[in-house]
């Protein structure tokens, strides 16, 4: 159909070593595709420690995680690559002509010869509710994310957790919600001093609520949630009448679907060979985290060796006809044309 985007490289995910990819891919005249289901670029570098030095990356001494995505995002704007972000790759078929295609769960078609898995422990996706009765009412009244804000207008709400996603969505939904508690399981919060202040501004108001404990239970009828128990840490059990509840209990990683590609796994990592990082399948290779083989090491680093070694026989599948030569950054004016400096 006409709204399949067709390109020379699909990545999956982009963390440090999905973006340095499109560097080495663009070198050799490849056009990439990225697909994350994260809200932003940068994998674990930009959603687990922005704010953290790095102190291994070759001849950068030291900087942080964002920094470091900062300048790779530097390092592969002449090369303009596409970022399809929210999006989790789910659906990989091969095409009758060989090349692959890619459906993601927004319902992108993205079809291209190679397809580079840079997933590093798999998706970023939300922690859920550890109770057997969650499932059914998510989606119409337990949620992990916000989408749109409108849909929680009027609204008695309920919000779990203590980070900075709980706390500004407390601050957000509270002024056109019907009713706002707050639940966390202790009285220390790990969001930015000012979010937590204005919090409890709010509740000395007695425009919220602050309830400490866990959430014990769900009740309510179909998928609509009526009431939660809270149970506190000295054993008592409030219960709180609310018809919406928003969980924000951070992310974990999961492999999801890729795990169904057939793929040749090797405990939830997928072995390729370390002349080219293809995998058992042609023209789908892993690189980074995601990836093992004999004295594999999760370093950014490798992840960026694997990528430049991954793009020469990536090449040879986008271009069959074309002789891939050689060539140094410093001294190929066709290079530097590529990266706009000549
Ligand atoms: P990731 O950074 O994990 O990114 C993978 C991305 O793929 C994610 O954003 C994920 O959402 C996405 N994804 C996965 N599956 C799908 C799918 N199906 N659809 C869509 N998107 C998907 N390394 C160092 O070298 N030096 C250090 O000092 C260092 N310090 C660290 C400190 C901490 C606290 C942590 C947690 C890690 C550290 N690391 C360090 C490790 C380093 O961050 C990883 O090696 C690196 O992030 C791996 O990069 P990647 O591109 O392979 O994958």
Redesign the pocket.
């Known amino acids: 159909s006409e709204d399949v985007i067709r390109t020379d490289m699909i990545i999956?995910?982009?963390?440090?070593?999905?973006?340095?990819a499109v560097f080495e891919a663009g070198l050799l005249g490849m056009k990439c595709h990225l697909?994350?289901?994260?809200d932003k670029i940068?994998?674990?570098?930009?959603?687990?420690?922005p704010d953290?030095?790095?102190?291994?990356?070759p001849a950068v001494p030291r900087c942080t995680?964002q920094e470091l995505v900062d300048r790779l995002m530097e390092q592969i704007r002449p090369f303009e690559p596409a970022f399809h972000l929210k999006?989790?790759?789910?659906d990989l078929r091969r095409l009758e002509d060989g090349r692959w295609r890619l459906e993601?769960?927004a319902g992108t078609v993205l079809e291209a010869p190679v397809v580079v898995?840079?997933?590093?422990?798999?998706?970023?996706v939300p922690r859920r509710l550890p109770l057997p009765e969650a499932e059914r009412f998510e989606g119409t009244s337990l949620f992990y994310a916000v989408r749109k804000m409108d849909q929680f207008r009027g609204r008695n709400i309920l919000i779990a957790g203590g980070g900075d996603s709980a706390l500004d969505w407390v601050l957000n939904l509270q002024p056109i919600a019907a009713g706002m508690t707050l639940v966390h399981r202790r009285d220390e919060f790990r969001a930015a001093p000012d979010s937590v202040e204005k919090m409890r501004r709010l509740v000395a108001e007695g425009r919220m609520r602050l309830v400490i404990g866990q959430i014990s239970a769900l009740d309510g009828e179909g998928d609509r949630i009526r009431s939660v128990t809270i149970k506190g840490t000295d054993g008592t059990s409030t219960l709180v009448p609310c018809d919406t509840v928003l969980a924000f209990y951070g992310l974990k990683?999961e492999?999801?679907?890729?795990a169904g590609w057939g793929l040749n796994l090797d405990r939830n990592l997928i072995a390729v060979d370390t002349a080219a990082f293809e995998t058992n399948q042609p023209g789908i290779f892993a690189?980074?985290?995601?990836?093992t083989y004999p004295g594999k090491l999760?370093?950014?680093?490798?992840?960026f060796h694997e990528a430049a070694l991954m793009c020469q026989k990536a090449f040879k599948y986008c271009f069959p006809e074309q002789k891939l030569i050689f060539r140094y950054t410093t001294s190929s004016t066709d290079l530097q044309k590529k990266l706009g400096v000549a």
């Open positions: 999956i995910g982009a963390g440090p070593c999905g973006l340095f697909v994350d289901n994260l940068g994998g674990q570098c930009a959603e687990l420690y953290k030095p790095i102190y291994d990356i995680g999006e989790q790759a789910s993601t769960d898995i840079a997933a590093g422990a798999g998706s970023f990683m492999l999801g679907p890729i690189i980074g985290d995601i990836c999760k370093l950014i680093l490798s992840g």
